[in-house]
């Protein structure tokens, strides 16, 4: 199954980049594939919920809210262009913002 979500990479520190984009979920749903990256969710961690399977860099991985506030610290985020369109109209409901390439939270 794929769906939208917010990705935002940890391994620098509490905060890194984050993006919106499509994620493929495993069947058992412990599993995320996102560019070319396999992130395992995991039950213990300090501001992350996967860490990538090749690297044991960490993430945060969640579904997108609504009002935008996906990152913990605030910033930028950065729009996949191929989830573009569905984010702003779908789940932002916000269609005259389906061109902006990200947005601040």
Wanted: overall charge positive.
């Amino acid at each position: 199954m794929k769906r939208i979500m917010y990705v935002e990479y940890k391994g620098g520190g509490l905060e890194g980049p984050g993006r919106i984009g499509w994620v493929e979920l495993s069947k058992t749903g412990k599993m995320f594939y996102y560019q070319g990256k396999r992130l395992l969710k995991t039950k213990s961690g300090f501001k992350h919920n996967c860490y990538d399977r090749e690297t044991h860099e960490e993430y945060w991985v969640s579904g997108p809210k609504k009002d935008g506030s996906d990152r913990l610290y605030g910033g930028a985020v950065e729009i996949d262009e191929d989830a573009r369109e569905e984010y702003w109209t779908k789940i932002r409901k916000l269609p005259q913002n389906k061109n902006l390439t990200s947005y601040k939270c």
